[in-house]
């Protein structure tokens, strides 16, 4: 028979009251500076793959553009601009048609030009060529038609919005 008694054991924590707030502060600060780093990792990544949908947004708030003056636009000639962030084309043809496209090459993204001479669209980047009439790629790399835009040609200016 065991005649050991059943006292209650008391622990004293070693450390002084002061020395425990100490501990609890320093693990606190750690703790907030590791969220703020993880933060700061966290913040690049996030922006670069949500960018692709904020730029689709951004680029489809935009519903239509009024060039003041195009409408004396030379025929045979182009007018740069800016469709919401993105770059954008007028075109007056020889043969009186107005045509609006958009002006990012749906390869890579490159912005593409207006060769009157040749009467085509071309991407300097890879060689990509689009119908000026339709935006159809015709050859090169692009995996797309670029977007046409409605046109409406009045005494201001021409009126340029999203089909
Ligand atoms: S980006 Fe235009 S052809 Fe490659």
């Not at 913040?43 to 003056?69: C, F, G, H, N, W």
């Not at 195009?70 to 800016?82: E, H, I, P, T």
């Not at 060769?115 to 060689?127: K, L, Q, T």
Request: proline residues 6%; positive net charge.
């Amino acid at each position: 028979m065991s005649d050991v008694l059943n006292v209650p054991h008391i622990v004293k924590d070693s450390a002084e009251p002061g020395e425990q707030r100490t501990r609890r502060a320093f693990l606190i600060a750690a703790g907030a500076a590791g969220l703020a780093y993880t933060a700061a990792l966290a913040y690049p990544i996030y922006r670069y793959l949500a960018s692709p949908q904020e730029m689709e947004a951004s680029a489809t708030a935009v519903t239509e553009v009024t060039l003041k003056d195009a409408q004396k636009l030379l025929a045979g000639s182009v007018l740069m601009f800016k469709f919401g962030s993105s770059p954008a084309m007028l075109i007056h043809h020889q043969d009186g048609r107005w045509i609006a496209l958009t002006a990012v090459c749906t390869h890579l993204g490159c912005t593409v030009q207006y060769e009157s001479a040749a009467d085509r669209i071309h991407c300097g980047c890879h060689g990509g060529v689009y119908n000026p009439y339709t935006g159809a790629n015709v050859s090169g790399p692009p995996p797309k038609p670029l977007k046409l835009f409605k046109v409406a040609v009045g005494d201001a200016g021409v009126n340029v919005s999203r089909a």
